[in-house]
């Protein structure tokens, strides 16, 4: 800083931790995965939604054309469509349930985990893919909350406590962590 009157430069000054309730902290660094942001879990979708639409085209539209049935109804409720949905929500929760992953997001590093447990239960799963992504799916604006959350959290992950995090990637964070006293009381009173 320069002082206007006589031209004079001060050295800055470090900031000094003078508050008496974080004299008892020490500052600590440690590394967390890094979540994965909208862009990345869109193209690892993208890949999802490719594979799946192989399947059932490969899978189940032979079959429906050998029986005679038309595929092209664009109702809800029509077979083709109802078994489609089901293959659809069953790659997601059982590719999700076995390997934390879809193949999407195995191609892009990418890894679904708990925010309150540590492996993914059947319930969390279920709330997840299936009614999470119904709502993300039905109300399409609604997964766009992925780029605009700490943890990059989607509706679908906030329902079952969920993030979607890179496996290979680590972020740097600090924290406040309480001091421990040098010596407990017991220590100091056998010394004499």
């Known amino acids: 800083m320069t002082n206007h009157s006589n031209n004079e430069t001060h050295a800055a000054t470090p900031i ?22 909208f862009w990345v879990r869109f193209w690892a979708y993208l890949i999802d939604l490719l594979i799946i639409a192989s399947a059932t085209s490969i899978l189940v539209k032979p079959i429906f054309l050998l029986i005679g049935v038309d595929t092209a109804e664009t109702v809800w409720y029509a077979p083709y469509a109802i078994i489609s949905a089901v293959l659809f929500y069953a ?30 239960s059947w319930g969390t799963l279920l709330f997840r893919e299936w009614v999470g992504r119904f709502i993300s799916v039905t109300i399409l604006p609604l997964y766009w909350i992925v780029g605009f959350t700490k943890l990059k959290q989607g509706v679908h992950d906030f329902i079952a406590d969920t993030t979607v995090i890179h496996e290979q990637t680590y972020r740097k964070q600090i924290v406040f962590e309480k001091k421990r006293s040098e010596g407990s009381e017991l220590q100091e009173a056998e010394t004499f």
């Open 16 to 37: 000094q931790n003078d508050r008496p309730e974080l004299q008892n902290y020490k500052e600590v660094m440690f590394y967390e995965r890094q979540p994965a942001g």
């Open 91 to 120: 790659y997601f929760v059982l590719m999700t349930k076995f390997f934390g992953q879809t193949v999407g997001k195995m191609i892009l590093g990418l890894r679904v985990v708990s925010l309150k447990e540590d492996h993914l």
